[in-house]
């Protein structure tokens, strides 16, 4: 029985909860909605909080200090990243977005399944927002989490025109002491006159000499919070805390690996959804994904923490010290830490925690359809597609509301591609029947195969992209499109 005082009609995901709940609880024993399979991570649609939070992000050209010197690139409100954007689970998001840029540019939510014409992606969810034009967006937000925001034109992410966008419960959290967001950056936009744009002519050149068959690109920086090795932010942190840090892997086109020197890590969410904790020493983070681990802080001294670029020389890092631990001198800027080597996590060490998977016992009723897509390019030229399609030139994605739907990657390239849904999370098959919820995911190359399940709850065309820059920019993109 619907409880008495809801007047509203149930949305989508809770008749999901419902259904998958079956016949004896909707025979009235008191089953909230958001218990049992209602609390796959929500789409819109999830009740709010009536509180309106309002931001102001404006993007321009900017100052950008990297060390010791000053470089020009493009940010949000005159720094990068930009701003932290902090809110509650249930809140109304307000921003108003002003484009001082002397291009067009959108602002989307990663990660966050947002209503469509609130993604930001131009000329599939909105036209772009022209130079001295400006644009509110505005939406409940769904779920908890670690997210980023970020530009979705061209190649502006490769600049500074991103930042943290975290959610936080309404109550009850996760028992720690301290937080930290870390964003993991590539860097090369005012470096010895590179941008972006001309990184990219310079790889179709390059890639037309057959050479360089991998195509990828080593940055003259990497950056934590935007700062380089030479120049690191120090954590502080006290002998026997918790520590909660949020990774964040904003690059254009590095997928790094993450550790901290002397101690371990616990991965408690993935992509902003919580797992069965896990420890482990080192993680690998592609572009787009997100990670958050807590550690016991039980090991005093100046430690390195370190995200070395996969395939790629040179490292990002922060340090971490403990505020007992004066007079400790810290890691030259150089050193790799040992637990790089450790304890790797992989996709199939992880397991949803605390909800119902998809795949087993009927939800929906079974599955509805099935896509299978190849992932190639990088032979010869620059040029980078899903079944020999390069977007804009490419066929949609079909799918139906309510569907469950899955789909089926294989990577016949020699490059790694963390390929991103947007307006979903897609369950992980990883052999356990309890993957993780994940809205970004690492394709390995060399035929890589990986499959991931989602519910077509959120109707609207939705890209569907590999999260490096150049390879987005380049043609490996679709769009997944609700049909009737
Ligand atoms: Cu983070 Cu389509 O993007
Ligand atoms: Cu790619």
Known sequence: MMKSNRSRELT?????????????????????????????????????????????????????HLDGRIVRTWGYNGIAPGPEIRVAEGDTLRIRVKNE???????HWHGLPVPNAMDGV???????????????????VPTVGT?????????????????????????????????????????????TGRNPEAALAGLQRSGGMGGMSSGTMD????????????????????????????????????????SVAGHSLTVTHADGQSVEPVEIDTLRIGMGERYDVLFQTDNPGVWQIAAAPENKSGIARALLRYGESRGTSPPPPGHYPSELGGKLLSYADLLVAGRESFPSEGLLGGLDRSHHVTLSGGMGDYVWAIDGQRYPDADTLIVREGEWVQVTLRNMSMMAHPMH?????????????????????????HMGE?????????????????????????????VVSYGR
């Open 12 to 64: 989508r995901r809770e008749f999901l909860g419902l259904a998958g709940l079956g016949v004896a609880a909707l025979g009235g024993c008191g089953v909230l909605p958001g218990a049992g399979r209602g609390s796959l991570p929500s789409a819109p649609g999830a009740a709010g909080t009536g509180r309106i939070r309002t931001y102001s992000l404006e993007a321009s050209t900017l100052d950008f």
């Open 101 to 107: 840029l002397p291009a067009d540019t959108t602002i």
């Open 122 to 140: 131009p000329d599939v969810t909105q036209p772009p927002i022209r130079p001295g034009d400006d644009f509110t967006y505005e939406f409940v």
């Open 147 to 191: 997210y980023l925001y970020h530009s979705h034109a061209g190649l502006q992410l490769d600049r500074g025109l991103y930042g943290p966008l975290i959610v936080e419960p309404r109550k009850g959290s996760l028992a720690y002491d301290r937080e930290h967001v870390l964003l993991l950056d590539d860097w090369l936009d005012g470096l």
């Open 219 to 258: 940055y003259p920086r990497y950056l934590v919070n935007g700062r380089t090795a030479d120049d690191p932010e120090t954590l502080i942190v006290r002998r026997g805390e918790q520590v909660r840090m949020r990774l964040i892997n904003a690059a254009a086109e590095t997928v790094f690996r993450f």
């Open 421 to 445: 849904l947007h307006g979903h999370f897609f369950q992980v098959r990883n052999g356990t029947g309890r993957g993780p919820f994940k809205d970004t995911v690492l394709v390995e190359p």
């Open 450 to 478: 990986l499959t991931f399940d989602f519910v077509a709850d959120n109707p609207g065309n939705w890209f569907f992209h590999c999260h490096n820059a150049y390879h987005m920019e380049s043609g490996m993109a679709r």
